[in-house]
């Protein structure tokens, strides 16, 4: 069975306490630690030794996804001490300014596909030239992004095909035209679900869903997923 | 699969098969030469004047001579803004600012028919293929966004609606991935194509009713010329999905369970970065299209280009009145040049070459 959490941000924005505290309810066992915006950075990583995580049976951490060049050094150092502890980290390629500095995080580094809004990342093509870069990087394959670049989910395809070696991480969301991760309609589960035989079930798949205001709940969203990544799926509902 | 982006192939104008051609039979086919380089010429000052002046989701869209690489003194400019996102104030001021700029650029207005030079939305383009919905402007659009456009700029939107186009295509052809189909061309394109190219050459008529003196005689020369060349090559890039051998993977993974259609979609993409000449030369190139066949076909074509950027002949041919076809030689000449031109079409698609001719018969017609 495929494993499915949550990234914290995607629950409580800013409160990765109450996110995980939420997630331990259900007995989730993936999440990701969501330090999205730069000021959650530090307190997020000084956190880390406290946190109880061994509930969850995997764990990442998103990277902030702007912050000006100046500060870039000091967030790759915060992230040493977040791959020091083994859990891999999530990083946008448009905030990659020092590719060489980001080399140190090695295998622990995942590179994630964008949206439509970024310049770079959102190809097949343009994530070779990325992975050329980090050789040793995996990816993480944001499947909403991928449709959002390309509704026939042929993009989303040829980057599986020609990354399915360095797949470690799914987010799934329904991205919408402002680029907001929005919970899953019926339409993003179908589109999902063409590419589901490209995504081994062991692969663990964090939902940016948002629903934080109350826009759908854990268990229902968890659901969703798991029906449009399940490749039998669509023939068991007839 | 190979990861590849269309955008990386639509040049097919360095050194492709009709260069190929001409260099075998010693051919000189100066206008067709000429035209490519007008057309980079004009296609540079377009880049120039837009290339960071296109609002994201939007891409401006060239059809017509300048698409195709057959730009002469006199084409005139058809452009759409496509819109494949939310609507923004700014898109009509956008596309008053590309009116301007064409103008500035010394582009021809485009036709008065409202098909060109206006935002588009594409929705339509994408959802409404058939039924009452699908207009003569709409139909236009979208065929002509798959066999002669061009992107200048940011060309996102026109990559995003071009696939999502040939997905419906694919996609809706139930026939086209049944394992027990034994050849593989797309019929839903195909006929849409060919319902297309009816259309064209019945408006021809209706258009010589409504206005009986409107460039009747250029009309009817690009009807027997650039357009029919579209429409060959439209009927090329469907056959080619069954002939070419490197389509092959593409076939064979419309007959897995999963009647996987991305690899057939990434082929056609491919095929329709290709201009409609270089898509025929291909196809004259085919070992069995004999010598006369080609020179037929391309000396015809080059003659015709050279007409079309002669000032006093493509002027004759925009002024001249019915009555005076029978005593006009340039006229005279077209009928010349497009008579060898069917002639050798005919040749291609229903004479020389075993696969053409049997999907011709199989597809062409019933």
């Known amino acids: 069975m495929r494993r499915i959490g949550f990234s914290t941000g995607a629950i409580a924005k800013g409160d990765f306490l109450s996110a995980l505290a939420s997630l331990r309810v259900f007995g989730i066992p993936v999440v990701e630690l969501s330090a999205l915006r730069l000021e959650e950075l530090d307190h997020l990583v000084e956190s880390l030794p406290l946190l109880d995580l061994d509930g969850f049976e995997f764990v990442s951490f998103h990277a902030p996804s702007q912050f000006p060049v100046k500060h870039e050094r000091y967030v790759i150092d915060q992230l040493r001490a977040v791959v020091d502890r083994a859990i891999p980290v999530v990083v946008h390629p448009d905030v990659i300014s020092t590719p060489e500095a980001w080399v140190a995080l090695g295998s622990q580094l995942l590179i994630e596909n964008m949206d439509k809004r970024k310049s770079i990342g959102r190809t097949a093509r343009e994530l070779a030239d990325l992975f050329c870069r980090f050789p040793d990087a995996g990816l993480c394959f944001d499947i909403g992004h991928a449709r959002q670049v390309d509704p026939t989910m042929t993009e989303a395809r040829l980057i599986l095909e020609a990354f399915g070696e360095r797949l470690r991480e799914i987010h799934a969301s329904e991205v919408n035209t402002s680029s907001r991760h929005d919970p899953l309609s019926v339409y993003a589960m179908f589109a999902f679900h063409s590419v589901s035989s490209l995504i081994p079930e062991s692969v663990p798949v964090v939902l940016e869903t948002l629903i934080d205001q109350g826009q759908s709940d854990i268990l229902t969203e968890i659901e969703r997923a798991r029906k449009a990544l399940d490749p039998q799926w669509v023939r068991a509902a007839g | ?366």
């Open chain 2, 1 to 366: 699969m190979p990861i590849l982006n269309p955008s990386d192939m639509a040049s097919p104008a360095s050194g492709g098969w009709v260069e190929r051609l001409e260099h075998q039979l010693g051919a000189n086919w100066a206008a067709i030469r000429g035209a490519r380089r007008a057309t980079a010429e004009k296609r540079l000052a377009l880049r120039q004047a837009f290339e960071r002046n296109i609002a994201s989701d939007t891409s401006l869209v060239v059809f017509g001579s300048i698409a195709r690489e057959e730009m002469t003194s006199g084409s005139d400019s058809d452009w759409i803004l496509l819109v494949d996102g939310q609507a923004q104030p700014e898109h009509s001021e956008q596309r008053h600012a590309i009116a301007a700029e064409f103008d500035r650029l010394g582009f021809q207005k485009p036709g008065r028919s409202g098909v060109f030079g206006c935002m588009v939305g594409s929705h339509d383009i994408v959802h409404e293929i058939g039924g009452e919905d699908d207009t003569n402007s709409n139909t236009t659009r979208r065929v002509l966004l798959l066999l002669e456009s061009l992107p200048v700029g940011n060309r996102e939107a026109y990559d995003r609606v071009r696939r999502q186009i040939l997905k419906r295509y694919l996609h809706d052809d139930r026939g086209l991935t049944r394992a027990t189909r034994t050849s593989r061309v797309p019929r839903f394109l195909l006929n849409d194509l060919t319902r297309y190219w009816r259309t064209v050459t019945v408006d021809f008529v209706y258009k010589q009713r409504a206005d009986a003196n409107g460039k009747w005689a250029l009309r009817n020369a690009k009807l027997r010329m650039s357009r029919k060349l579209v429409f060959a090559s439209g009927l090329l890039r469907c056959f080619f999905c069954e002939l070419e051998p490197w389509a092959q993977e593409a076939r064979e993974r419309l007959a897995l369970p999963s009647n996987d259609i991305s690899g057939l979609l990434i082929y056609m993409e491919r095929e329709l970065s290709q201009t409609p000449l270089e898509l025929l030369a291909r196809a004259a190139s085919r070992p069995s299209v004999n010598r006369l066949t080609q020179r037929k076909l391309f000396d015809s074509y080059d003659r015709f280009l050279a007409i079309l950027d002669d000032p006093q002949k493509r002027e004759a041919l925009e002024r001249m009145a019915q009555a005076d076809m029978a005593s006009s030689a340039v006229w005279e000449e077209i009928r010349q040049i497009s008579h060898a031109f069917q002639s050798g079409l005919k040749e291609v698609f229903f004479g020389d070459d075993e696969g053409l001719r049997k999907l011709t018969t199989d597809y062409g017609v019933f």
